[in-house]
């Protein structure tokens, strides 16, 4: 039944292969050794390698049909690590030792000549611990704390909706109208702080005002900054309105992927706890034992030898998990909006969510799992090699080795760009989606590094506007209902901090739908086809835009 209504959604061939050759990749010529015979033919004369023939590339589409699973040894490996912090992670739990967090009770006994519990020894703290939870309960400030957050995360939902439709119908008008703010509200906070901590005793004793000149003039100048970057980009900023307006466009024809995402998240955050939990268990792994110093015994707390090579592996694997699943996300994002892309109709494809959810945690999850590992690893020697430039180490050699690891994690990036969005569209596997990509986009002259940072950029201050205003919303509904007095300003800013994250996590969705878009357009300019108009009037700017001026980042490539 699935697969008659998946059938029913297909508009074009399933097929990612040349009819002539089932095994050869996209992009490639069969080779003579086909399983499946043809009829002689005269060998064309050699050509540049680099020249591909169009009609090798007509089949490109969203796969429909069944997919082999890809990169399966970094799936084993990823699951070879969740299944060694799980399995040590229970027997931490069963062979833990319960007098970890009484040490203090035990004392050296020369008899046995170990350590023995003192039963007249009572735990006080533990009482006292609890009064200090208790009250900390039933005090104005963290009432007042949860509540905020709590209806800050409810209303987060229909902001987010509202964003959207908002950038969908009136993209022009949003950006336009926010644009002065990016510069008013950092104004008006950095001038608020000034006077309110010069009137205040407790505050201008604290910061002198020599301090107080010093963060006004360089919030001012980060502001400057803002300037410079809103005048060096004006000539883009018009396409790159044009540009959310599609994103939006497509993503809201596709509003179950605001359930799925954050569900994922979810399911993110419930994996971590399960293992923080195996975390602060094997903590207890040990026993109590005699120490002697200065001729004294003392009773102390001896971990297991086992611990902190556990640590090491739970921490290894959360951080890949993390990447792994940021790359999920991307993928089951770029699977469905492909599919909408590709349905000759406007209306949404049946069960796409579902299809690509299907794909990226069967197929495709070996090909995830290497590029969330790649990212990873990127991430990592990123910050070992900022750690050093910290440092300063003196030589030439120690040079040389930073200019060749950002090189090296340069062309990382760049392989792993647009890499996910292709594989959730054929099903290739990472290394074949990451040559397919770039061939693709080569042959027909767009970006090999596209990054629309204008579009970024803009969501991200649209976005610390609408914070803010709701900010000072909430700042001013505590000054009038509560008596926190300076503490409404801490509760303001976690609402504000809470807030921003929900809309940049909705920012990220969309950058990722603005990729894919890019993508299926790279796609539909290779096959000679348009389905969707109004995509083809505005990314069909692109190249233009990126050659007209010569002021464009050297980082972007065109070729």
């Known amino acids: 039944m699935g697969s008659t209504e998946e059938d029913t959604t297909t508009s074009k061939p399933t097929s990612l292969y040349d009819a002539a050759s089932s095994t050869e990749p996209l992009l490639f010529k069969p080779t003579t050794g086909s399983a499946y015979p043809s009829p002689p033919i005269e060998e064309p004369p050699q050509s540049d390698p680099s020249e591909s023939d169009p009609t090798q590339s007509l089949q490109i589409s969203f796969n429909y049909g069944p997919r082999p699973f890809k990169d399966l040894p970094f799936l084993i490996l990823f699951l070879l690590f969740v299944l060694c912090t799980f399995a040590f992670g229970i027997f931490s739990i069963f062979h833990r030792n319960d007098n970890y967090s009484n040490v203090s009770a035990f004392t050296y006994d020369s008899?046995?000549?170990?350590?023995?519990?003192?039963?007249?020894?009572?735990?006080?703290?533990?009482?006292?611990?609890?009064?200090?939870?208790?009250?900390?309960?039933?005090?104005?400030?963290?009432?007042?704390?949860?509540?905020?957050?709590?209806?800050?995360?409810?209303?987060?939902?229909?902001?987010?909706?509202?964003?959207?439709?908002?950038?969908?119908?009136?993209?022009?008008?949003?950006?336009?109208?926010?644009?002065?703010?990016?510069?008013?509200?950092?104004?008006?906070?950095?001038?608020?702080?000034?006077?309110?901590?010069?009137?205040?005793?407790?505050?201008?004793?604290?910061?002198?005002?020599?301090?107080?000149?010093?963060?006004?003039?360089?919030?001012?100048?980060?502001?400057?900054?803002?300037?410079?970057?809103?005048?060096?980009?004006?000539?883009?900023?018009?396409?790159?309105?044009?540009?959310?307006?599609?994103?939006?466009?497509?993503?809201?024809?596709?509003?179950?992927?605001?359930?799925?995402?954050?569900?994922?998240?979810?399911?993110?955050?419930?994996?971590?706890?399960?293992?923080?939990?195996?975390?602060?268990?094997?903590?207890?792994?040990?026993?109590?034992?005699?120490k002697e110093s200065n001729g004294e015994y003392t009773c102390v707390w001896k971990q297991d030898s086992w611990v902190p090579a556990y640590f090491t592996l739970a921490i290894l694997t959360m951080l890949w998990s993390l990447t792994s699943m940021v790359e999920a996300q991307v993928y089951v994002t770029s699977g469905t909006i492909a599919q909408w892309y590709f349905s000759k109709d406007d209306t949404k494809p049946h069960r796409s969510i579902r299809r690509s959810l299907r794909n990226a945690f069967g197929p495709s999850s070996g090909t995830i799992c290497l590029s969330g590992l790649l990212v990873f690893v990127v991430r990592v020697v990123r910050a070992a090699v900022d750690s050093a430039r910290e440092e300063d180490v003196p030589g030439i050699v120690n040079l040389v080795?930073?200019?060749?690891?950002?090189?090296?994690?340069?062309?990382?990036?760049?392989?792993?760009?647009?890499?996910?969005?292709?594989?959730?569209?054929?099903?290739?596997?990472?290394?074949?989606?990451?040559?397919?990509?770039?061939?693709?986009?080569?042959?027909?002259?767009?970006?090999?590094?596209?990054?629309?940072?204008?579009?970024?950029?803009?969501?991200?201050?649209?976005?610390?506007?609408?914070?803010?205003?709701?900010?000072?919303?909430?700042?001013?509904?505590?000054?009038?209902?509560?008596d926190l007095g300076v503490n409404m300003y801490t509760v303001a800013a976690l609402a504000w901090v809470l807030l921003i994250l929900v809309l940049g996590f909705f920012v990220h969705v969309l950058d990722n739908v603005i990729d894919t878009v890019y993508i299926c357009y790279a796609i539909d300019k290779d096959r000679g086809e348009v389905y969707k108009h109004e995509v083809h009037d505005v990314y069909f700017q692109l190249p233009i835009s990126r050659n007209s001026r010569s002021s464009y980042p050297s980082r972007t490539l065109d070729v």
């Not at 001012?220 to 000539?235: D, F, R």
């Not at 002259?445 to 803009?458: I, N, P």
């Not at 700042?475 to 209902?481: E, H, N, P, T, W």
Request: proline fraction near 2%; hydrophobic fraction near 55%; include cysteine.
């Open 111 to 290: 008899n046995s000549t170990s350590c023995v519990q003192d039963t007249s020894f009572l735990s006080s703290q533990l009482w006292v611990s609890e009064t200090s939870f208790f009250a900390l309960s039933s005090s104005s400030l963290w009432t007042y704390l949860v509540w905020t957050l709590v209806i800050t995360l409810v209303l987060s939902v229909p902001i987010c909706l509202l964003l959207l439709l908002l950038l969908k119908h009136y993209t022009k008008q949003i950006v336009y109208v926010l644009l002065p703010f990016f510069i008013i509200m950092p104004v008006f906070f950095d001038v608020y702080w000034f006077v309110a901590c010069t009137l205040s005793s407790s505050c201008s004793d604290a910061f002198p005002l020599v301090y107080r000149i010093l963060v006004l003039v360089f919030i001012l100048l980060i502001v400057g900054v803002i300037v410079w970057i809103i005048v060096a980009n004006w000539h883009r900023i018009e396409l790159t309105v044009r540009i959310i307006g599609v994103a939006s466009d497509a993503l809201s024809r596709n509003l179950g992927l605001f359930l799925v995402i954050p569900l994922l998240t979810v399911g993110l955050l419930a994996y971590y706890a399960s293992i923080v939990v195996f975390l602060v268990f094997s903590r207890f792994n040990g026993k109590i034992v005699a």
């Open 401 to 482: 080795l930073r200019c060749c690891v950002n090189a090296l994690m340069s062309a990382i990036d760049f392989l792993n760009k647009f890499t996910i969005n292709f594989a959730a569209i054929t099903g290739e596997a990472y290394c074949t989606s990451a040559r397919m990509t770039y061939e693709l986009l080569r042959r027909n002259l767009l970006s090999a590094v596209f990054v629309e940072t204008v579009s970024t950029r803009l969501l991200a201050g649209v976005i610390f506007v609408l914070s803010s205003v709701y900010a000072i919303a909430v700042c001013a509904i505590l000054k009038g209902v509560s």
